[in-house]
């Protein structure tokens, strides 16, 4: 295969890898409850998020947040959780 070729194939699998991201379901809302130990975060929704890769400390109870997340095994896992406006 030609350098071209592989530069053409990391490229297109780079705007893939950036597509599936951007493709995640999103959710908007309060946080209603936060469990650091168990990387836990509630909204006013009754939705409930595991977040492993999410520092929850930052974030407080009643504050807006709009959460990135994928089913994995019937549970929302958040891939990114910040604050919403």
Same mark, same amino acid.
């Given at each position: 295969m030609s350098m071209?070729?592989?530069?053409?194939?990391g490229v297109g699998s780079l705007l893939l890898s950036s597509a599936a991201i951007?493709?995640?379901?999103?959710?908007t809302g309060s946080i209603k409850s936060l469990d650091t130990?168990?990387?836990?975060?509630?909204?006013?929704?009754?939705?409930?998020?595991?977040a492993p890769k999410v520092d929850l400390s930052a974030f407080k #109870?009643?504050? $807006? /947040?709009?959460?990135?997340?994928?089913?994995?095994d019937g549970k929302? #896992?958040?891939? $990114? /959780?910040?604050?919403?406006?």
């Open positions: 071209k070729h592989l530069l053409s194939a951007a493709a995640l379901p999103m959710v130990t168990k990387h836990e975060i509630v909204l006013d929704t009754g939705k409930t998020f595991e #109870i009643g504050q $807006k /947040v709009m959460i990135s997340y994928e089913l994995k929302m #896992i958040a891939d $990114k /959780v910040e604050a919403a406006k």
